[in-house]
């Protein structure tokens, strides 16, 4: 009989201990299947990476290829030919990372390649575009599109701190548009941003390129980056004054290697404004019939941007990444890489009358 209790003592303690454990492993089992699976999706995913590093990379080249089976047609194109400046300003998306400039011959030879594809109008710029030569090979560029490749359009955007009457005498009359960049009309907001030269007074000077450019018939043209430290300015009666044939006003833009991040010589994040407050700069001056306003997705992908080595600048990617130059590989290669949205272009009004010929200025 005693030997019996032991036994029904330890089947009582046994079946508590199955109770228990029974508990334990119904509260415990979901996170072993919670944890079985993410060892699972860890092993997954190092095999998945394994096998990248094993597959070749292809070239990139047919993400970059959207143009479809039409080839695009570099209807208007930016040629900055020199990253150089003379100016420092702060939200710069160009800066002076080379100091290279071709030779004349070959950037005339690039630029009847581009007329034969189809170029109407040229825009160059820089940089400082009057830095090279103190402007004699800006006006030989000048000269060669409108007197032998007879463009219809010609154009200059420049920040005029070293534009002399000397060379409206001798190359306005090759010149359509000439835009001047300028963000404020407060001295100090200018030397702030960046647009200040010693005893240049930036807003004394734009006064005195637009009675230059009336004088020799050059349409006038104003350019404005809308900042943090513009963007409460009321420009109205200024603009009203100067009276130019469009007021371009840019919302800033930052491009990765340039104004931002890595490598970049400029660090626009400081300047910066958001969509709201663009629009309602927008809204202060909506009275001006000349405003041509462009905030950052309408300016993504919509112009073609050459740079100093003649190769189209892709920005899809919020970076400037080059194709290859059009000496080497002709404009219908390189144009494929360009990233450039001709529906975006011309969406944002990027055609326009463009030549003073068919402006009818009343000089």
């Given at each position: ?180 960049s300028c963000d404020s009309f407060n001295e100090d907001v200018n030397v702030l941003i960046g647009r200040g030269q010693g005893k240049i007074n930036h807003v004394e000077n734009l006064h005195k390129l637009r009675k230059w450019c009336r004088d020799y018939r050059v349409a006038f043209k104003i350019n404005s980056v809308i900042n943090r430290f513009n963007v409460d300015e009321d420009m109205r ?127």
């Amino acid at each position: 009989m005693w030997v019996l209790v032991p036994q029904a003592l330890a089947g009582k303690l046994l079946g508590a201990f199955r109770k228990t454990l029974s508990s334990l492993w119904g509260s415990l089992a979901p996170l072993f299947l919670w944890l079985r699976a993410a060892f699972w999706l860890a092993a997954t995913d190092r095999a998945q990476r394994q096998q990248d590093r094993e597959e070749p990379k292809g070239t990139g080249e047919e993400e970059e290829d959207g143009s479809g089976d039409e080839p695009l047609t570099p209807t208007s194109v930016n040629y900055h030919f020199t990253r150089q400046c003379n100016y420092k300003c702060g939200f710069c998306f160009h800066t002076a990372k080379t100091s290279f400039v071709l030779p004349l011959e070959e950037a005339q030879r690039g630029l009847r390649l581009l007329k034969d594809a189809g170029m109407e109008k040229i825009n160059f710029s820089g940089g400082e575009p009057f830095l090279q030569d103190r402007g004699e090979y800006l006006g030989k560029l000048v000269r060669f599109c409108k007197q032998d490749l007879g463009l219809p359009s010609v154009s200059i955007v420049s920040n005029g701190s070293l534009i002399r009457e000397r060379w409206f005498v001798k190359y306005g009359q090759y010149l359509d548009i000439l835009a001047i960049s300028c963000d404020s009309f407060n001295e100090d907001v200018n030397v702030l941003i960046g647009r200040g030269q010693g005893k240049i007074n930036h807003v004394e000077n734009l006064h005195k390129l637009r009675k230059w450019c009336r004088d020799y018939r050059v349409a006038f043209k104003i350019n404005s980056v809308i900042n943090r430290f513009n963007v409460d300015e009321d420009m109205r009666a200024h603009i009203k004054e100067l009276s130019p044939v469009r007021w371009k006003v840019f919302q800033c833009l930052i491009i990765e290697g340039e104004n931002s991040g890595d490598g970049a010589l400029r660090e626009a994040e400081r300047f910066v404004i958001s969509k709201e407050e663009f629009q309602e700069f927008l809204d202060r001056h909506e009275e001006v019939s000349c405003l041509v306003p462009e905030c950052n997705d309408k300016m993504k992908d919509s112009y073609l941007i050459l740079d100093e080595y003649m190769r189209f600048l892709n920005c899809r990617k919020g970076r400037k990444d080059p194709s290859k130059s059009i000496l080497d590989v002709g404009v219908e290669e390189a144009i494929k890489f360009s990233g450039f949205d001709e529906k975006a272009f011309l969406k944002r009004g990027g055609k326009y009358v463009w030549s003073k010929a068919d402006l009818q200025l009343d000089w």
